[in-house]
C-alpha cells in the first residue's frame, strides 16, 4: 500500500516565515513500510477490512479536494479517516500517522495552527513506540509535529522534535535525500529564529547544495532554499553574498 502524506516546509512566504505543507511521494519502496504494518496492525475480521479500505478511500478523496481547495469538504473526510484507523489499527500505526499528517497539513493551509495542537500534542503516542520507529513516516509526522510548535511559537519543544526527523530521513534515505533537505531547512529556519545564525547558516547552504543536485534548477523548493538562506546572510550584513541568490 502506499502512503502519501504532506510534509510541513518552513518557507518566506510574503515576508515573513511560514509553515507550508507540501505533497509528499509515498513510502512503498523502503521495505521497513511493510514491516511496520504487519507488526502494528491488529487482527482484523472481514467487517474490519471493509471500514479499513473505506478509510483509504475517505483519505484519498479528502486529499483530492485539498488539492482544490475544496478545504471545508475535506476535512470532515480526513476526520473519519482518521477516527475510523485509530479505532480499527490503533494509534501507534502508520496509516494513523498518515491520516494525522493529512489533517494537519489541511488545517496548516488554512493558519488554523491552534485547532492542528490536539494532533500533535507531545504527549500525544507517536509511532517511534513501535518497531517502525525508523520509519519515515514517523519522521514525516515528528517534523510536522515540529512545524506546528514552530508557527506557535514554542520553539524550544520544535527543535529535538526536527532534530530526530532528520536524523531518521538521513539513515532511512540517504543524506543526497530532498527529504533530508527538508529537514535541514526546517532546523535551520527554527535555528534563525531563536538568533543562532552561525548554526543555521551550515544547513541551509547543505539543504541547498542537495536541492540543486537533486532537484534541478527549476523546482520550488530550491526556490525556496536560496530565499531562505539570502534572508539569513542579509540579517548578518553580508549584502554581497545575499544579492545573487535573491536574484537567482
Not at 476526520?79 to 490503533?90: F, P, S, T, Y
Not at 532534530?163 to 535541514?184: C, H, K, M, Y
Not at 543536485?213 to 550584513?237: C, I, M, V, W
Request: charged share 25%; proline share 5%.
Amino acid at each position: 500500500m502506499k502512503i502519501q502524506i504532506k510534509i510541513i516546509v518552513i518557507a518566506l512566504v510574503a515576508g515573513m516565515m511560514a509553515p507550508v505543507c507540501h505533497p509528499t511521494s509515498g513510502w512503498s519502496a523502503l521495505s521497513t513500510n511493510s514491516k511496520a504494518k504487519k507488526t502494528t496492525a491488529r487482527s482484523t475480521m472481514p467487517s474490519d477490512r471493509g471500514q479499513i479500505a473505506e478509510a483509504a478511500k475517505l483519505n484519498k478523496l479528502a486529499g483530492l479536494l485539498q488539492q482544490q481547495g475544496k478545504y471545508a469538504d475535506a476535512e470532515p473526510l480526513y476526520r473519519r479517516a482518521l477516527a475510523i484507523r485509530e479505532k480499527q489499527l490503533g494509534i501507534n500505526h502508520l496509516d494513523v500517522a498518515e491520516s494525522l499528517s493529512n489533517l494537519a497539513s489541511l488545517l496548516c493551509e488554512q493558519g488554523k495552527y491552534k485547532e492542528e495542537d490536539p494532533f500533535y500534542r507531545s504527549d500525544r503516542p507517536t509511532d517511534e513506540k513501535v518497531p517502525g520507529e525508523n520509519h519515515p513516516g514517523v519522521a514525516t509526522e515528528l517534523n510536522n509535529q515540529a512545524g506546528l510548535f514552530y508557527a506557535q511559537g514554542k520553539f524550544a519543544e520544535a527543535e529535538p522534535l526536527y532534530r530526530r526527523a532528520l536524523a531518521i530521513f538521513e539513515r532511512q534515505l540517504g543524506s543526497e535525500d530532498p527529504f533530508v533537505a527538508t529537514g535541514l531547512n526546517n532546523l535551520a529556519e527554527l535555528l534563525r529564529m531563536q538568533g543562532k545564525s552561525s548554526d543555521a547558516e551550515p544547513l541551509y547552504r547543505r539543504a541547498l547544495e542537495i536541492r540543486e543536485r537533486q532537484l534541478g534548477a527549476d523546482h520550488p523548493d530550491l526556490a525556496t532554499s536560496l530565499n531562505n538562506l539570502a534572508f539569513l546572510l542579509k540579517e548578518q550584513g553580508k549584502y554581497s553574498e545575499a544579492e545573487p541568490l535573491y536574484r537567482r
